[in-house]
């Protein structure tokens, strides 16, 4: 693309007046469209059948995209055991359903990992950084045993990231 020498080229250049050339398609988009495919590891037995790409599952042949099937939301709100009644593509079989009832009775006991109004405070400055009004510092433990789960091991990784 050329420089405009004067204002009157310049503003007929960026309104796409007679002096600009027509535009081009991008030549970093995809020429051809690739399927993609995905097998839940945990049950690969019911993942066997073809491949199908997006565009063969389309009724008319000037639809480009099919539109994908919605499933229905989950009904009811979120509870200490909602999980129960999720399928379980990555979690392992617990053999001991008694060692499994202690366990969980023994989360119960221990207060919320994070409370509502913090979740909703952190919605409103995740928004903010995405607008490009802040920054987001991650750090901690990937994991933490019950053991280690009390006040002073949850804030004392924050003062040193201070």
Known sequence: ??????????????????????????????????????????????????????????????????????????????????????????????PNAEELDAVLKTIEMFPPVVFAGEARHLEERMAEAAMGGAFVLQGGDCAESFKEFHANNIREPFRILL
Do not use: C
């Open 1 to 94: 693309m050329a420089l405009a020498t004067n204002s009157a080229a310049a503003a007929a250049a960026v309104s796409g007046g007679a002096a600009s050339q027509p535009r081009r398609a991008a030549a970093f988009l995809p020429l051809k469209r690739r399927t993609i495919s995905a097998i839940h590891a945990a049950d690969p037995s019911k993942n066997n059948g073809p491949v199908v790409p997006a565009a063969a599952g389309a009724k008319s042949s000037s639809s480009a995209v099919a539109t994908p099937e919605k499933k229905p939301a989950a009904p009811g709100k979120w509870a200490v055991d909602s999980w129960r009644s999720k399928k379980a593509l990555q979690l392992p079989e617990y």
